[in-house]
């Protein structure tokens, strides 16, 4: 029995196997993207964890005074730098993301596109042969029925019945 890639034509294997390589290669990508953006996330979530354990301490065990209330500005101003960063980050992922995206579409869609109309010429071609076999098939036939006399009942009967 025939495994499915042994019944696929060369052109139909080759753009297979391109457009496998080119699946493969986005799919890498992806992932590649996915670890910075989880990397990106989980250092930003440990740095607020940090600063929000640490001043929530503060608050906490500080004495009530106006000095806990002049360090609430500067802390708001380091949490806004921090998201700040966390964003400058999230789009640097981005924008490496959509580079490499690119970079692979312009690695493999030559190929992609090739092995395409490789696949489609070798389908016409196919289909032209076929129709041009079952043609001489239907010829071929005709020409038989031609060779063979009509049966004398087949013969008569175009003269009419004269009973």
Known sequence: MNSFVETLSPAARNHAEAR??????????????????????????????????????????????????????????????????????LAQVATDFQAEINNVAQQHVPQTTRTATELADASRQAASKHMSDEASKFANIAAQNQAFPQAASVQSADQGNKN
């Open 20 to 89: 496998i390589d080119y699946y493969a290669d986005l799919n890498q990508a992806v992932l590649r993207s996915l670890r910075q953006l989880t990397e990106v996330n989980v250092q930003f979530s440990r740095d607020w964890l940090t600063e929000s354990t640490a001043a929530l301490q503060r608050s906490v065990l500080a004495a009530p005074s106006a000095g806990g209330t002049q360090a609430a500005p500067q802390q708001a101003g380091a949490l806004l730098q921090k998201l700040q960063s966390y964003h400058q980050q």
